[in-house]
């Protein structure tokens, strides 16, 4: 939803995450979504850098049910689908999860080759990052539920000349 912001907990972390980066990052890209703002200035105030927004790096539009509690959700024959089937369902309105993975995967390749050999920070959410690391572990869309993305973890994408691959997937913040 937008307008959520990072509570005193999240800004902590974020802080821990920030300080694990290593090399320094040359960039630091953020979706627009006030969390994700708040998350990358702090990051790119550690290392003196502006924030770029990124629409690649935006939160699923969850269409009709942008607001609705998961309670609420629970009733809805469609909610149940979508989380049994996100290759092929779609929330009322939204955006497929095939769709969001097209959209991350090619903003971190077009990355990839602008800025090779550079350590890049986007941040993003949980289900841009779910789907890019699906990607990238050749994970099908329909086993979303095996693939955890915890608030404040850290994953890693390594580009060299033989393509782009997942190195780590949800670092948490060591507490």
């Given at each position: 939803m937008p307008g959520?912001?990072?509570?005193?907990?999240?800004?902590?972390?974020?802080?821990?995450c920030a300080a694990?980066?290593?090399p320094a990052p040359t960039l630091v890209q953020s979706s627009p979504q006030?969390?994700?703002?708040?998350?990358a200035d702090?990051?790119?105030?550690?290392?003196r850098l502006p924030?770029?927004?990124a629409p690649a790096l935006d939160e699923l539009d969850a269409g009709d049910w942008t607001g609705r509690s998961f309670a609420e959700l629970e009733a809805d024959p469609i909610w149940r689908?979508?989380?049994?089937?996100?290759?092929?369902?779609?929330?009322?309105?939204?955006?497929r999860m095939a769709a969001v993975q097209q959209r991350i995967v090619s903003h971190i390749a077009h990355l990839c080759d602008e800025r090779r050999g550079e350590c890049i920070v986007l941040v993003s959410h949980a289900e841009p990052i779910r789907a890019a690391i699906m990607h990238y572990a050749r994970i099908?869309?329909?086993?979303?539920?095996?693939v955890d993305v915890a608030p404040a973890?850290?994953?890693?994408?390594?580009?060299?000349?033989?393509?782009?691959?997942?190195?780590?997937?949800?670092q948490k913040v060591p507490a």
């Open positions: 959520v912001e990072l509570d005193d907990q999240g800004l902590r972390e974020v802080e821990i694990l980066i290593d006030l969390r994700a703002l708040q998350t702090i990051i790119a105030g550690r290392y924030v770029e927004i689908q979508w989380n049994e089937k996100r290759a092929s369902s779609t929330p009322p309105n939204g955006e099908p869309l329909d086993e979303f539920h095996s973890s850290i994953s890693t994408l390594v580009a060299d000349s033989t393509g782009i691959k997942l190195h780590q997937a949800n």
